[in-house]
């Protein structure tokens, strides 16, 4: 590596950070920074050194954050060039080609600092795929960025998604809107891809994350072994993800819960997508708009299955507390509609609640409930969502069967 020139940004950081940043973490706190020889702007490269002046990782350079740098590269000095993105968007693209066959086309390819590219998403569907970007660091690089997606995935249509915080900066600098098209012909329908067989629609220009809830692609799978011959109750359904499984698997009906008339409706295309499959369009679809808390403390129907799948209940820490409260809530609410050899699917999606607590949240929900049960599986992350470091894990779920 030549030798990095005066102009080049080097930041120096404390001990604690520098073991952190040793042992992966891939984050760098401004409070971790004891010196750097100048101010850098939003995307630069940050070389990081430890305070014997030893070479540490390079990251991206953020002014605006506390989160100052995101690492892209540790160890030995390196270049990062157009090869080395190359290189690393072709390892992450293989690896999900060795996982999914032709039947699941809508996957997660990139998975933000959990495989090297800090705060950036890439999600397939089909055809179409959607870049997140969560961090202004990314808009100085975002040109190459899509010149080299174009070039080694040939997709036929880029959509550019962008996290609220950084949408105002992204129109005043950079003239980009969340929901742009890159490139490729407009949206003008949903977009459609397979998973595990099932044809599915993403809302790819509004839709929640990048238009789909790929992270729950095993645990809907697993619902769908569990449903023949049940009445399944699908919380928080959005699209209908877990319902199609669960009729697929010849539940005896399917009934969805969202409080968004937007998400039933998409739940309601989905079946008809997928109508050709006799236990699908055989299998009664029942859709209920309503908050799910208000509907099981009101109604008194049972059901022999029940999927928990809420939104995150803490978005930032000092929420902990009273989400897994909420969490125990919602479950007992859930376990008093199962008939007896009943299952529940319970999922949480706050990073600030930890596995051992949601997990602890719901058996407790149970005991209260003087119910005896057998668990059938905890599950975390999907294999094309890894995560790497702790603040990187969200998604956990436990499936209980009462006996
Ligand atoms: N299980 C889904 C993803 C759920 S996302 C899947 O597999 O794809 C969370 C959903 O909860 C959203 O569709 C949102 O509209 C809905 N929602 C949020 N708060 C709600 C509430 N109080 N009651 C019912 N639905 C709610």
Redesign the pocket.
């Known amino acids: 590596m030549k030798k990095p020139s005066s102009a080049t940004l080097r930041v120096h950081v404390t001990p604690t950070a520098d073991w952190k940043l040793r042992s992966g973490h891939p984050w760098l706190f401004s409070d971790s920074i004891q010196k750097q020889n100048r101010e850098g702007k939003a995307g630069e490269f940050a070389i990081i050194y430890d305070r014997h002046d030893n070479f540490l990782g390079i990251g991206l350079y953020d002014p605006a954050s506390p989160l100052r740098v995101r690492l892209l590269h540790r160890g030995k000095p390196q270049v990062i060039d157009d090869q080395w993105w190359r290189m690393h968007l072709h390892e992450a693209v293989s690896r999900r080609n060795a996982w999914f066959g032709t039947d699941t086309t809508g996957y997660r390819c990139i998975n933000g600092e959990n495989e090297r590219w800090p705060a950036l998403v890439l999600d397939r569907y089909g055809s179409t795929y959607v870049l997140k970007l969560y961090s202004a660091i990314w808009f100085l690089h975002l040109q190459k960025i899509v010149d080299i997606l174009r070039s080694e995935l040939h997709p036929e249509r880029l959509v550019l998604r962008l996290s609220r915080n950084i949408q105002d900066h992204a129109r005043r600098e950079h003239s980009l809107s969340d929901g742009d098209v890159l490139f490729g012909e407009p949206v003008r329908e949903p977009v459609t891809f397979l998973e595990n067989g099932l044809r599915l629609e993403a809302d790819v220009i509004r839709g ?1 994350k990048t238009g ?2 790929l992270d ?1 692609r095993e ?2 799978k697993f619902v769908g072994t569990l449903a023949r011959g049940r009445e399944v109750l ?9 319902s199609l499984y669960a009729a697929r698997g010849c539940a005896s009906s399917v009934t969805d ?4 008339e ?2 039933l409706e998409s739940s309601r295309r989905n079946f008809a997508l997928n109508n050709e499959t006799p236990e699908i369009s055989q299998c009664q679809h029942e859709m209920i ?7 099981l403390a009101k109604n008194a129907r049972k059901f022999d299955l029940i ?1 928990l ?3 995150s209940l803490a978005k930032r820490e000092d929420e902990r507390a009273g989400a897994i409260a909420a969490y125990e809530k919602l479950a007992g609410l859930g376990l008093e509609h199962l008939r007896p050899g009943g299952i529940l699917v319970a ?1 949480s ?1 706050s990073a600030h609640v930890n596995a051992t607590e949601f997990f602890q949240a719901v058996r407790k929900a149970a005991t209260e409930c003087k119910l005896r049960f057998e668990e059938l599986q905890t599950t975390g992350h999907e294999i094309d969502h890894p995560a790497t470091f702790p603040e990187g894990s969200y998604l956990k779920t436990i499936s209980l069967r009462l006996v």
């Open positions: 929640q789909f809830f729950q645990n809907r699908n919380c928080f359904s959005f699209s209908g993800g877990f819960i969202d409080i968004s937007h998400a708009q309503a908050n799910t808390f208000e509907w999927v799948d809420p939104p999922s999606c």
